[in-house]
């Protein structure tokens, strides 16, 4: 891994609300969140890095949707006082990445939490649980094929020399591990150090 630079955690509570918002399965439930508080989403598509107060907010909804420092749901074991920085991945690299331990994305990968081996299991038609479809990884891996490109996605992991989680981005690891060689070689995304997170 190439370090490129240091990152605010203010920049990695905006990067991640605004991959989620832009998501069919979570935009509907964030613009009900912002709604209630009578917030528009440019909070979170144009966010104010500069600005205290939207930086809090931010944060705050972060915790209310995916438990960000209150010790809930996918920051569990993120520590509050984890240090978020910006990292080059090779293609290599990125095959070592592993997913969340959750039942879903274990099932995937046949046991092992790594998406590189969830990718033979999807060409293979393979159902999760023996019901649910992964045509939505293979629709992905075609996009990737085609040259588009995603937001960065977002790793966490104890230091430099541990093995790295994936915190957001489950669905996009997947696909660049469906179609590797045409990934951008390296890629960039956010990653998150700190102690406590070779629990995930």
């Given amino acids: 891994m190439r370090h490129l630079e240091v990152i ?18 979570f935009e509907e439930t964030i613009l009900a ?22 930086n809090a907010y931010r944060s705050r909804l972060l915790g209310e949707w995916r ?9 569990r074991f993120v520590p509050d006082d984890t240090a978020w920085h910006r990292y080059a991945l090779s293609h290599k690299e990125l095959a070592r990445v592993r997913y969340i ?18 990718a033979p299991r999807i060409r293979a038609g393979i159902k999760v649980f023996g019901q649910y479809t992964t045509e939505w990884a293979l629709g992905m891996a075609r996009e990737v094929e085609r040259g588009v490109r995603f937001p960065e996605i977002i790793l966490v992991g104890t230091d430099e020399a541990s093995v790295l989680t994936v915190l957001e981005g489950h669905v996009r690891l997947t696909a660049y591990c469906l179609a590797l060689e045409s990934v951008p070689d390296p890629l960039t995304a956010i990653i998150g150090f700190g102690t406590g997170m070779e629990r995930k």
Avoid: C, N
Avoid at 8 to 25: D, K, N
Avoid at 33 to 54: A, N
Avoid at 67 to 75: A, L, S, T
């Fill in 101 to 118: 331990d959750y039942d879903y994305w274990t099932e995937l990968s046949g046991g092992s939490r790594l998406p590189i081996d969830a």
């Fill in 33 to 54: 969140m912002l709604q209630k508080e009578g917030k528009d989403r440019r909070v979170i598509d144009q966010p104010d890095l500069g600005s205290d107060d939207e």
């Fill in 8 to 25: 605010t955690e203010h920049e990695m509570v905006a990067h991640f609300l605004q991959t989620e918002i832009h998501s069919l399965r």
């Fill in 67 to 75: 438990g960000y420092k209150r010790g809930e749901g996918i920051f």
